[in-house]
Nanobody, 129 residues
């Protein structure tokens, strides 16, 4: 059974940092891309960052230079280092695996974020001003 378990969320003040982790259990390596997306109350899911099977990464313009996605194959985990947090980063963060094309389309605004699949329960991030 495949499980994605997110952790590391919390409440921080603007300018602070958090490191999210996603434990991936039972997931066999595939051509799918891994990534993080977030959902704020009343808003559509938004791609945060994506990592391709070959290690290349991409990120939303709103987080470039602040967030870094990485993958630890030995630990079978996906990480998201978030620095210089802003109140608009508040939301529930999910890790997921989806076709790379889907991630690209959502990141470019060509498809809605609801096309992405929430594999786990997510982890809450609250940034106060």
């Amino acid at each position: 059974q495949v499980q994605f378990v997110e952790s590391g969320g919390g409440s921080v003040q603007a300018g602070g940092s958090l490191r999210l982790s996603c434990a991936i259990v039972g997931y066999t390596h595939s051509p799918y891309c891994l990534g993080w997306f977030r959902q704020a109350p009343g808003k559509e899911r938004e791609v945060v960052a994506v990592i391709e099977p070959d290690g290349r990464t991409s990120a939303a313009d709103s987080v470039k230079g602040r967030f870094t996605i990485s993958k630890d194959n030995a630990k079978e985990s996906l990480e998201l280092q978030m620095n210089s947090l802003k109140p608009e980063d508040t939301g529930i963060y999910y890790c997921a695996a989806d076709p790379c094309r889907l991630w690209t389309e959502v990141l470019a605004g060509a498809r809605g974020g609801d096309a992405l699949h929430a594999w786990g329960q997510g982890t809450h991030v609250t940034v106060s001003s």
